[in-house]
């Protein structure tokens, strides 16, 4: 992984074999970075994205193997319990044009992944709700 900040940007390319929450992670602590917004591109090969089933108040993965590309990549940045921590949604492609799509677990870059993160002036933290059974923002 390499990357670049710009004033409030900051262009990473994450590379064949990383794993991008693993590679996002890295910078955020190097950068310290406290709220961001991300978004990205690029190739994967092994992907888990989960969907929330909001009357369980559980996620659940699924897993996929092969070759896809990154259709979108976005999600934050913020803090939790004064840690890092990120949400993040991705959607990829197979050869076929089918998109798969969730929460973002883990993703193993197969070329590249380019990744634009916008950082934010400002402070947004997170809490979990029990009545919806997640960590939403809470507002400082």
């Excluded at 992984?1 to 996002?24: P, S, V």
């Excluded at 910078?27 to 369980?56: C, H, R, S």
């Excluded at 940045?77 to 798969?100: N, Q, R």
């Amino acid at each position: 992984m390499e990357y670049r900040r710009f004033d409030n940007q900051i262009i990473a390319r994450i590379d064949k074999g990383e794993e991008i929450q693993e590679q996002l992670k890295l910078i955020a602590l190097k950068e310290n970075i406290g709220l961001a917004t991300v978004n990205a591109l690029g190739a994967v090969g092994n992907f888990t994205v989960g969907v929330f089933k909001v009357e369980e108040k559980k996620y659940y993965a699924n897993e996929f193997k092969g070759n896809y590309e990154i259709v979108s990549l976005t999600g934050t940045i913020t803090t939790k319990d004064s840690e890092y921590y990120a949400h993040l949604h991705m959607s990829a492609g197979d050869a076929e044009g089918k998109v798969f799509g969730g929460h973002l677990n883990t993703a193993i870059v197969s070329a590249t992944c380019e990744m634009v993160i916008t950082l934010i002036d400002g402070k947004v933290k997170r809490k979990f709700n029990d009545e919806v059974g997640l960590n939403l923002f809470e507002f400082a």
